[in-house]
């Protein structure tokens, strides 16, 4: 099994706010929505983030019902300080709540801060300059 | 805010076992490998799939410590069914836990199963004859 992820799926306690948030307050343009079900956005090349509504995603995988967001993180990376902030500010004006202000990192020369969406989703904005992608995808660290 | 998600960073209780899966079981080069910290893989384009152990993942986001994996799916499409069949067979192999075995879903044409890792994330492996990436990595549901 080669390393080939395409879909990223999320359990979401308010499919509502999750639209309000990504389409209405970011505005990114849905792949796939069906209202009180999924909301599907294209997030890179070949990536899909999709927000499934918890009980919808607890039946689907046969869970008991009790499955909630937990321990995972997005990052979202650009390109300087000033983009960390700029994107930070995006976010608050969506609605975000931001939990780490922009900052150094505790390693690696980042610069970073987390916002958390409406239901709790932690998005990381960093600016990393041993970071890089190449033009095929390749991904560095320097 | 554009949507360009570089990162996916999930709470691992165990990283030995997560080890053991992905780069023993499966053969996956790590990008980073820290001992009892963290590892990364590039799983796509641009993409780096981060397993971060728990205890480090609750203190690096300010959390009170009780954060588990929960919530998420991640999902491996190829391209027919008996693709689906022979991953699920080498993740299997690796140590994982078939929980959906390989059959027809439930709207969209799709074929998958899903299988957790020794963590518990849970993989869905799937071939969906109406999605498709093209060249320029732009995703589309027939």
Redesign the interface.
Known sequence: ?D?????????TADLDACRAFYVNG?G?SP??DVADEVI??????????GFFA?GS?NS???LDGS????????????DSEDAVRS?VA??TA?GGTV??PPEPG?FGGIFHA?VTDPNGV?W?I?HNPGWA?SD??????G
Chains 1, 2 share one sequence.
């Open positions: 099994m390393p080939r992820l395409h879909f990223i799926t999320l359990a970011l990114w792949l796939i599907f956005f294209q997030t890179a090349p070949g990536l899909v983030l918890a995603f689907d995988l046969g499955a909630t967001l937990s321990g995972v993180t997005l990052a979202h990376n650009v994107v995006s976010l969506a939990t780490t505790a987390h932690i990381e960093a992608v095929d995808g390749t991904v560095s660290f």
